[in-house]
């Protein structure tokens, strides 16, 4: 993961100039949402438009249920389209395991995942959990796992993610975008769909996330918006795709059909995230890789209320922090 981006400054992906705008709602309008069930032709698949009358899938979630139980199904979906995605909703799970911990966010059976990192060059490795009592669970492998600042509370905690495919992230919410597009539109952007079944990446690919941390505010069910530009202006994308969860918005950019050397995205304002925060950075996240990597996510954490010991593990000590999230 990049460090913080603050919005006020450009970027430079892929060498096209990319400018970040805190004016979403004045740019875009709102086109679908994850709670509004849009009526389709009953026998064909959106994605692979085949007729599935006899193998259809009732009970394709339309939002991944690892992002939070919910009801969204897609009734639109036939079974080897929905097997396909399976394995993007795979590094999907391990790209947000750390936001879905520290969210305490349960999954569809009522579980807070944990988390085991890398071994890297250890002999065990880092785990961190939730426990009954609401707590953090730090089993550290190195103390550099879990920084402390002592003087301000605080610390910052390490995820070892193990392998995943980022641009398989980047098809798992494109899809979810597809899904929410009405008829009339899907129809004349059905070049998109070309791209949750290509493996290669290519310019017409934005590849890129942004996250934006809640502080106070927790999403226990998803929900995901789908934007369309307003009067189609040249320099921004023309779909934008908002996905609401746990502790959580990340932002994505469906693809461009005719990039420029400069783009504007076009980010949620402040008044609409309620949080303390004073400063507002955005986590910009590169997903432009289709082979499996090994990323690391920090997140800086309050531990006024903590608990520190040491246990041991095959004759190497480990060092163990419980702490409380503020709320």
């Given at each position: 993961?990049?460090?913080?981006?603050?919005?006020?400054?450009?970027?430079?992906?892929?060498?096209?100039?990319?400018f970040?705008?805190?004016?979403?709602?004045?740019?875009?309008?709102?086109?679908?949402?994850?709670?509004?069930?849009?009526?389709?032709?009953?026998?064909?698949?959106?994605?692979?438009?085949?007729?599935?009358?006899?193998?259809?899938?009732?009970?394709?979630?339309?939002?991944?249920?690892?992002?939070?139980?919910?009801?969204?199904?897609?009734?639109?979906?036939?079974?080897?389209?929905?097997?396909?995605?399976?394995?993007?909703?795979?590094?999907?799970?391990?790209?947000?395991?750390?936001?879905?911990?520290?969210?305490?966010?349960?999954?569809?059976?009522?579980?807070?995942?944990?988390?085991?990192?890398?071994?890297?060059?250890?002999?065990?490795?880092?785990?961190?959990?939730?426990?009954?009592?609401?707590?953090?669970?730090?089993k550290?492998?190195?103390?550099?796992?879990?920084?402390?600042?002592?003087?301000?509370?605080?610390?910052?905690?390490k995820?070892?993610?193990?392998g995943?495919?980022?641009?398989?992230?980047?098809?798992?919410?494109?899809?979810?975008?597809?899904?929410?597009?009405?008829?009339?539109?899907l129809?004349?952007?059905?070049?998109?769909?070309?791209?949750?079944?290509?493996?290669?990446?290519?310019?017409?690919?934005?590849?890129?996330?942004?996250?934006?941390?809640?502080?106070?505010?927790?999403?226990?069910?998803?929900?995901?918006?789908?934007?369309?530009?307003?009067n189609?202006?040249?320099?921004?994308?023309?779909?934008?795709?908002?996905?609401?969860?746990?502790?959580?918005?990340?932002?994505?950019?469906?693809?461009?059909?005719?990039?420029?050397?400069?783009?504007?995205?076009?980010?949620?304002?402040?008044?609409?995230?309620?949080?303390?925060?004073?400063?507002?950075?955005?986590?910009?996240?590169?997903?432009?890789?289709?082979?499996?990597?090994?990323?690391?996510?920090?997140?800086?954490?309050?531990?006024?209320?903590?608990?520190?010991?040491?246990?041991?593990?095959?004759?190497?000590?480990?060092?163990?922090?419980?702490?409380?999230?503020?709320?």
């Amino acid at each position: 993961m990049n460090n913080s981006n603050n919005t006020s400054h450009f970027y430079y992906q892929k060498g096209i100039k990319v400018f970040n705008k805190l004016n979403l709602q004045a740019s875009y309008n709102k086109i679908g949402t994850s709670d509004i069930i849009i009526k389709r032709i009953p026998s064909i698949c959106i994605y692979c438009n085949k007729n599935f009358t006899n193998n259809k899938m009732n009970h394709a979630h339309l939002i991944p249920e690892l992002l939070g139980k919910n009801k969204s199904h897609n009734e639109y979906e036939c079974n080897q389209c929905n097997a396909i995605s399976g394995k993007w909703e795979t590094s999907l799970g391990t790209f947000t395991l750390p936001i879905r911990l520290m969210s305490m966010l349960k999954n569809k059976k009522g579980r807070i995942p944990k988390f085991k990192s890398r071994i890297d060059n250890y002999n065990y490795p880092t785990e961190i959990s939730v426990d009954n009592t609401g707590r953090i669970i730090s089993k550290l492998a190195t103390r550099d796992d879990f920084l402390i600042d002592e003087i301000n509370n605080s610390g910052k905690l390490k995820f070892r993610l193990g392998g995943f495919n980022p641009y398989h992230v980047y098809k798992a919410f494109l899809k979810v975008g597809l899904s929410l597009m009405p008829n009339e539109i899907l129809e004349k952007e059905n070049w998109m769909i070309n791209y949750l079944f290509q493996e290669d990446l290519d310019s017409k690919i934005f590849p890129i996330v942004y996250l934006i941390h809640l502080d106070d505010k927790e999403m226990v069910k998803p929900y995901f918006e789908l934007y369309k530009h307003n009067n189609g202006n040249k320099y921004r994308p023309k779909y934008l795709l908002t996905a609401y969860f746990g502790k959580a918005i990340i932002h994505i950019v469906l693809p461009i059909q005719k990039p420029k050397k400069k783009i504007y995205i076009n980010l949620p304002s402040i008044h609409k995230i309620l949080t303390p925060r004073n400063n507002y950075n955005i986590e910009l996240l590169d997903l432009s890789n289709n082979t499996n990597e090994k990323w690391n996510c920090t997140f800086n954490v309050d531990i006024k209320k903590r608990r520190k010991e040491v246990i041991f593990n095959s004759s190497h000590p480990v060092t163990s922090i419980a702490f409380k999230l503020p709320h």
